[in-house]
Nanobody, 124 residues
Framework: QVQLQESGPGLMKPSQTLSLTCTVS??????????LSWIRQPPGKGLEWIGY???????NYSPSLTSRTSISRDTSKNQFTLQLSSVTPEDTAVYYC????????????????WGQGTQVTVSS
């Protein structure tokens, strides 16, 4: 059974770079056709997709965040990492990592696995 677990700092100061790591157990992050996403939910708001790293290592980011976002992976540790630069209080949210299967430009049944989420608060 695949499990995802987020880890990283819970409190950030404005202008810093947020770094969160998702550790995947029970499955490989290089398994064909799986895309590993970061998603966040600000307080009282809906879910916002941040970006993904594919099984191949390719990445894609939300247009609203692409200039500040970098997602990378460490296959030896079965982990992938979100870096979000120049954070502001508007980046305060619960951050999730999640998995989706896509092939031939078709994605299936939304995200099939989610981490529990980790609270990130940006405050001076």
């Amino acid at each position: 059974q695949v499990q995802l677990q987020e880890s990283g700092p819970g409190l950030m100061k404005p202008s810093q770079t947020l770094s969160l790591t998702c550790t995947v157990s029970g499955g490989s992050i290089t398994t064909n056709y799986y895309y590993l996403s970061w998603i966040r939910q600000p307080p009282g708001k809906g879910l916002e997709w941040i970006g993904y790293i594919a099984y191949s290592g390719g990445t894609n980011y939300s247009p609203s965040l692409t200039s500040r976002t970098s997602i990378s992976r460490d296959t030896s540790k079965n982990q992938f990492t979100l870096q979000l630069s120049s954070v502001t209080p508007e980046d305060t949210a619960v951050y999730y990592c999640a998995r989706m299967r896509c092939s031939g430009y078709v994605c299936y049944d939304g995200f099939d696995e989610w981490g529990q989420g980790t609270q990130v608060t940006v405050s001076s």
